[in-house]
T-cell receptor, first 114, second 113 residues
């Protein structure tokens, strides 16, 4: 149990729709990272938020956007959904004082785009 | 850019067999290295880590040694159990302010009685 919670657990959308995924970070953690894990693949880094600012972004188009709130929880928004957006979306939090900035993952949100 | 290459799975072993899952990496600097495990229907759990050359990470009977000369971080366990059945991911992070993780594609381990 990492203390990182994600909602919803599963989601079904149709192509062209918009979706918002939510993540509550572990207590004391001020950094949240989002990853996309396609079936049978390793997670791919989408972006990271540190103290409410985007702090690094992977190779994902602008229709993937995010927010981090003052309590360090976070949202991932995806606009104009495409079939290839079907994946497990993982949130990871990390905090100060850990030296290595170890990331703790939630169980993920499985998004299916039809 | 950075990359991680893992041996293809699935790996099928009998209980109490010796496990090795190979992992090699490419990085521009001096990364930290990790093994994560993903049980069915769950997120990723950190299994072990190593921060510099010749460090050995260990946890729950699993071990991996950071080999800079061969850019490798192979995962080993002397005697696997059925409960070790999962997908194992090797990953690296170059640290800094945006310490993103770069993952391999994962290796599925199936342990049978």
């Amino acid at each position: 149990e990492t203390g990182v919670t994600q909602s919803p657990t599963h989601l079904i959308k149709t192509r062209g729709q918009q979706v918002t995924l939510r993540c509550s970070s572990q207590s004391g953690h001020n950094t949240v990272s989002w990853y996309q894990q396609a079936l049978g693949q390793g997670p791919q880094f989408i972006f990271q938020y540190y103290r409410e600012e985007e702090n690094g972004r992977g190779n994902f188009p602008p229709r993937f956007s995010g927010l981090q709130f003052p309590n360090y929880s976070s949202e991932l928004n995806v606009n104009a959904l495409e079939l290839d957006d079907s994946a497990l979306y993982l949130c990871a939090s990390s905090g100060p004082g850990q030296g290595l900035n170890i990331q703790y993952f939630g169980a993920g949100t499985r998004l299916s785009v039809l | 850019g950075n990359s991680v290459t893992q041996m293809e799975g699935p790996v099928t072993l009998s209980e109490e067999a010796f496990l090795t899952i190979n992992c090699t990496y490419t990085a521009t600097g001096y990364p930290s290295l990790f093994w994560y495990v993903q049980y069915p229907g769950e997120g990723l759990q950190l299994l072990l880590k190593a921060t510099k050359a010749d460090d050995k990470g260990s946890n729950k009977g699993f071990e991996a040694t950071y080999r800079k000369e061969t850019t490798s971080f192979h995962l080993e366990k002397g005697s696997v159990q059925v409960s070790d059945s999962a997908v194992y991911f090797c990953a690296l992070s170059e640290g800094g302010t945006a310490s993103k993780l770069t993952f391999g594609t994962g290796t599925r381990l199936q342990v049978t009685l």
